[in-house]
């Protein structure tokens, strides 16, 4: 079982940039797909992007393409979400997740991840 805990969240002002991080411990962090999802207030949960085993695949939302990059870093269990040109509308509890089984295949689907960070807020002022 991976155990993860995000960071980085914050107030920003419109056009800013943060960068989320989620560490895992426990499970072999490489053997899982990875994914960032977001509840925006008053909101369901929402796929914001998506990463393979190695970061050979990737997949974006697509309010978020272009402005945000999911990474990963397996040598320290670590995954990143870059997010540059942030607005208003980026506001949300952000959750990293992992999924087991096929690591090379990204699922945009909430309910096919496993496990689950306690989310970091990211507050977007206008």
């Known amino acids: 079982q991976v155990h993860l805990v995000e960071s980085g969240g914050g107030l920003v002002q419109a056009g800013g940039s943060l960068r989320l991080s989620c560490a895992a411990s426990?499970?072999?962090?490489?053997?899982?797909?990875l994914g960032w999802f977001r509840r925006p207030p008053g909101k369901e949960r929402e796929f914001v992007a998506g990463?393979?085993?190695?970061?050979?695949?990737?997949a974006y939302a697509e309010s978020v393409k272009g402005r945000f990059t999911i990474s990963r870093d397996n040598a320290e269990n670590t995954m990143y979400l870059q997010m540059n040109s942030l607005k208003p509308e980026d506001t949300a509890v952000y959750f990293c997740?992992?999924?087991?089984?096929?690591?090379?295949?990204?699922?945009?689907?909430?309910?096919?991840?496993?496990?689950w960070g306690q989310g970091t807020q990211v507050t977007v002022s206008s």
């Open positions: 426990g499970g072999t962090f490489s053997s899982y797909a």
């Open positions: 997740a992992a999924a087991r089984g096929s690591n090379y295949r990204i699922r945009r689907n909430r309910y096919e991840y496993d496990y």
């Open positions: 990463i393979s085993w190695n970061g050979g695949s990737t």
